[in-house]
């Protein structure tokens, strides 16, 4: 079925471990993006690549790196994980910057950091 | 910057009754609204837009918003509720500085049988 996958579904981390979380989409999508969603706050977005080749910083980039691969993926790394980082982490794509035509979700990463 | 508030956490409703979703905006130019549904354990879906037009906008399963400019609001309504529609509702907004969306924190709808 044609979506964004994202992989893993589930991560236990120490705190101080690295990890990167994928994201790939087969829509064609240009654009991709990264959110957290934590209780009471919504999703708030971390990275987004509103083409291939670009990267921007969101509301909550501390603490993380991306990578836009090529068109179809979009990797998120945690470099020295946190408890605070403990989220669940929605990777989204669009046609365009914006997402005037609606974002198609992943189905979420569940992080756990101890 | 962009903002988009929702007031309540929580929404009950009984099976059958009429829903509303509250939802207001803050934005510089002109919105680009967004509501979206969130069924446990999966991602979000999108449910309806507001670019222009109409000031009432269809979308999936029944829903619909009202786009109020005089208010600010984009409320999120259905004219009969079903259990099935239980899940989490984000409304969001077009940040046209990030070409990216910034969501609300999110209202929990609970439609008993």
């Known amino acids: 079925n044609a979506g964004v996958t994202q992989t893993p579904k589930f991560q236990v981390l120490k705190t101080g471990q690295s990890m990167t979380l994928q994201c790939a989409q087969d829509?064609?999508?240009?654009?991709m993006y990264w959110y957290r969603q934590d209780p009471g706050m919504g999703l708030r977005l971390i990275y987004y690549?509103?083409?291939?080749?670009?990267?921007d910083k969101g509301e909550v980039p501390n603490g993380y790196n991306v990578s836009r691969l090529n068109k179809r993926e979009f990797s998120l790394r945690l470099e020295s994980a946190a408890p605070s980082q403990t989220s669940v982490y929605f990777c989204?794509?669009?046609?365009?910057?914006?997402?005037?035509?609606?974002?198609?979700f992943g189905s979420g990463t569940r992080l756990t950091v101890v | 910057a962009q903002s988009v508030a929702q007031p309540e956490d929580q929404v009950n409703v009984a099976e059958g009754n009429p829903l509303t979703v509250k939802c207001t905006y803050s934005?510089?130019?002109?919105?680009?609204l967004f509501w979206y549904v969130q069924y446990p354990n999966r991602g979000l879906q999108f449910l309806l837009k507001?670019?222009?037009?109409?000031?009432l906008v269809k979308g999936s399963y029944g829903f619909e918003a009202e786009f109020n400019k005089s208010q600010t609001s984009f409320h999120l309504k259905k004219p009969s509720a079903l259990v099935s529609d239980s899940a989490l509702y984000f409304c969001?907004?077009?940040?046209?500085?990030?070409?990216?969306?910034?969501f609300g924190s999110g209202t929990r709808l609970q439609v008993q049988p």
């Open positions: 989204a794509s669009s046609v365009s910057g914006g997402g005037d035509y609606g974002y198609t």
């Open positions: 829509m064609n999508h240009n654009s």
């Open positions: 690549s509103a083409s291939e080749g670009t990267t």
């Open positions: 934005v510089s130019g002109n919105p680009y």
């Open positions: 507001y670019i222009t037009g109409d000031n």
């Open positions: 969001a907004v077009r940040d046209m500085g990030r070409r990216a969306l910034t």
